[in-house]
């Protein structure tokens, strides 16, 4: 069962929550609640749950910060909002973090179990791609619970050796307690192994630096992954060919933060023009032309759930509301308000029938 965390400073509120969630049937158990975003933190720490649903006025540490602390520290837990749009500022922090869902008071039971499924599918497909990866028997492990937070810090890990990310990967590194890094000491050399060779790194080179020897220790390790950063950073600046599912990876993580192709150029130490030639030919597309489908897609999935245009704009990107009613036109022949009023015939269309056959 996936374990869930609920952070609102309301008993009732998460008494509410508590009773609108069909945990059984989708395979979920609630691990703990808490009150403010702080006591939040700490749980997650011990509790390790996959799905945080939490509210965003809190005293303390409130929604923003508790969403940018998960978002950075424990990037693999799914997270659902409740709120109001009108708290806009918070739910340009729930996109911006990547929330699962965002449902507003008082709360739809449908909607919650809609976004509870649908964190589920999530994480049994995250887990899944984990297990066919992973080269170690995760059974060593005694606890579901144990199992569950090496691979929460397995995926931080991989994530910040994609990103080249020093302090990330030693912040992953010491996480790892000792009994736990005895059991799966071979397995973060081989994920380290597997890194190496996508950036053609040759890992006999590093292994003999400093007589380091292959006893398990953190220390050792965080000298192995410190020597393949650094001779991974190296090779991005003197490659001549690119690795284009990174350069794919990295725009789908970041298209919401304003990337363009001189951001993605300058981060893989590639010219702009070699970026450009390369991903047009891997992928058949131009970049810039990739980029804006995946703004307006989000677009269309925050106005189908009932954001207002001009916020679908902002939080994609586009400060200027007439130019983002270009590009949308463009992408799909229609302006966002007719695209608007066509969804909303067809819902009361649906409703429509489904009344009669009733």
Known sequence: MYRVLIIDDEPWSREVVKSL???????????????????????????????VITDM???????????????EKFPVIKIIVISGYDDFVY??????????????????????NVALAKCGVELDRSRSADYARANVEYS???????????????????????????????????KLDERMLAKIAQDLILLVEEFAAENEIVLKQVWDRGGYSFDGTIDSLAYIYEEVLKDAIAFRHNRNRLDLSDVTLFIDRH?????????????????KEHLSRSFKAHTGRNMTDYIVQLKMNKAQEMMEGGLPIKHAAELTGYT???????????????????????????QNRAIKDNNILE
């Open 57 to 71: 006025r809190m005293p303390g540490l409130d929604g923003v910060g508790l969403l940018k602390a998960i978002n």
């Open 320 to 346: 200027d509301i007439a130019y983002f009613y270009r590009v949308f036109k463009k992408q799909f022949g229609i302006t966002p308000g007719d695209w608007v009023k066509q969804r909303e015939a067809h």
């Open 140 to 174: 060593v492990f005694e606890q579901p619970e144990q199992r569950d937070r090496y691979l929460n810090i397995r995926k931080q890990l991989r994530n910040s050796l994609l990103e080249l990310d020093a302090e990330g990967v030693q912040e992953c590194l010491r």
């Open 21 to 51: 969630g069909e945990w059984e049937k989708l395979n979920l158990t609630i691990a703990g609640e808490a009150e403010d975003g702080n006591t939040g933190l700490r749980l997650i720490e011990s509790l390790n749950p996959d799905i």
């Open 255 to 271: 298209f919401q933060d304003n990337i363009t192709l001189d951001t993605v150029a300058n981060y893989f130490h590639v010219s």
């Open 91 to 112: 739910l340009k922090q729930a996109v911006t973090s990547r929330a699962t869902d965002y449902l507003l008071k008082p709360i739809d039971p449908n909607e919650l």
